[in-house]
């Protein structure tokens, strides 16, 4: 269904797209230029530059610049192979709040590297999903927000330097982003939902490990159903 459908973001089913391209190659074949893989997709250029960043987050292809280049078919290590198991989760049906119990383990590791390893560009790119975040919230657009709530946090995972925590990180995001129903929330929510992740990077930012694992505890409160009051 259409509106089925749209729930995955159009980066993430871009990604899709081109993780199956990549699965079906060997290892250091040309896939096709950009443009070319651009319009199989379907997709813009900002939504593809995103879906490339994903696969290549998950070790599954390679961009080579220049003539002759484009994206090229890698050679997964066994570490990489592993976090792409966690999408296979999503064809056997596992519920959200499974996903959702191993991405509260995992974030507390992710936000120490983080806290060690984020750049200022690193921090502009968070910052920027911020942005998109608080208009998103303001106007009441759930999957707007959604999409780049969870960009911010795959973009979170992406800096850890740590291989295997990195692959887990945004392959699990990616799950749990795709199997995101439309929940019914007032703009008051989507508010409140954006000031704990501006407070999350600002707590990334300013080096604050307390602060920052402060916030994760109110983050899952927020989120656990237990907790949650209906908007």
């Not at 080579?64 to 050679?75: D, M």
């Not at 657009?141 to 295997?164: D, F, G, K």
């Not at 982003?177 to 008051?188: D, F, K, P, Y």
Request: hydrophobic share 45%.
């Amino acid at each position: 269904m259409n509106d089925e459908r749209s729930q995955l973001s159009r980066a993430a089913a871009a990604a899709a797209v081109l993780a199956e391209i990549a699965a079906a190659a060997p290892a250091g074949s040309r896939l096709g230029s950009k443009d070319d893989l651009r319009v199989r997709c379907g997709v813009s250029v900002g939504t593809f530059n995103e879906a490339v960043r994903l696969v290549q987050a998950r070790g599954l292809v390679a961009m080579r610049p220049g003539p002759g280049g484009g994206l090229f078919a890698t050679q997964q290590s066994p570490i990489v192979r592993l976090g792409n198991s966690v999408l296979d989760l999503d064809g056997r049906r596992t519920a959200e709040g499974e996903a959702d119990r191993i991405a509260d383990a995992l974030e507390p590791l992710l936000i120490d590297d983080a806290l060690w390893h984020a750049s200022p560009a690193d921090l502009a790119e968070m910052r920027s999903c911020l942005d998109d975040m608080a208009a998103a919230a303001a106007s009441g657009e759930w999957r707007i927000y959604t999409q780049a709530h969870w960009r911010l946090h795959r973009y979170i995972a992406s800096v850890s330097p740590n291989e295997m925590l990195r692959s887990l990180g945004t392959n699990l995001f990616d799950l749990i982003e795709s199997a995101t129903i439309r929940h019914t929330v007032g703009r008051l929510d989507l508010v409140e939902r954006y000031e704990l992740h501006r407070a999350l990077v600002d707590a990334i930012d300013a080096r604050d490990r307390d602060a920052a694992l402060a916030v994760l505890t109110m983050h899952a409160a927020r989120s656990d159903p237990r907790t949650a009051t209906q908007a």
